[in-house]
C-alpha cells in the first residue's frame, strides 16, 4: 500500500500539469514551431512524426522530455509551461497514454 502512495504522489504532478495545460495554446504553440520540420521529415502534415509503427515516446515521461529537447534543438524559446501545453496538446491529439 505504501508503495502505491508513493507512486500516485509522484505521478500526481505530471497529471496535474497536463490536467491544467492549455491545449489551444499547445496546438498554436506546435503548429508555429514544430510542423514545418516535421513535414520536411515525414511529409504530408508531419503527423506521421506521431503515428509511426516505431515511435520512440510510450509515456507522459518521455513525451515531456522529447519536447523538452525539441524546445532546445530549435531554440523555440518556450517556457517550461509551454512545453506542459504542447506536451498536453501532443498527448491529447496523439498519444492518448492510458
Not at 80 to 93: C, G
Request: net charge positive.
Amino acid at each position: 500500500m505504501r508503495g502505491l502512495t508513493i507512486l500516485a504522489l509522484l505521478l500526481t504532478p505530471i497529471s496535474g500539469a497536463l490536467a491544467a495545460a492549455d491545449l489551444e495554446k499547445g496546438k498554436r504553440l506546435h503548429d508555429k514551431q514544430c510542423v514545418s520540420c516535421h513535414i520536411e521529415r515525414y511529409g504530408g502534415d508531419g503527423s506521421q512524426m506521431y503515428l509511426r509503427r516505431d515511435r520512440i515516446i510510450h509515456d507522459r515521461v518521455a513525451l515531456g522530455q522529447r519536447v523538452a529537447a525539441c524546445n532546445a534543438m530549435t531554440n523555440a524559446g518556450w517556457f517550461p509551461e509551454d512545453e506542459e501545453n504542447v506536451a498536453a496538446w501532443l498527448a491529447q491529439r496523439y498519444y492518448k497514454f492510458k
